[in-house]
């Protein structure tokens, strides 16, 4: 996984974090939920790369 794609997924999870809390805040569950979908997105693309990342290594071992 690219760096690269590392800091925009964290940067996602951390943009939900912070609509999450203010929605609460202000309670306004429309801008909580927005929050929990954006941080959600980024930990799924996270997942998604970390499963590349391993079929690269798995490829990358069963070639030697």
Not at 4 to 24: I, P, S, T, V
């Amino acid at each position: 996984m690219s760096l690269l794609d590392k800091l925009k997924n964290r940067a996602q999870r951390a943009k939900g974090r912070a609509k999450e809390g203010a929605g609460r805040e202000s309670r306004d569950p429309g801008l909580e939920a927005e929050g929990r979908k954006d941080r959600m997105a980024g930990g799924a693309k996270q997942a998604g790369e970390k499963i590349k990342d391993a079929a690269r290594e798995a490829r990358r071992t069963t070639e030697r």
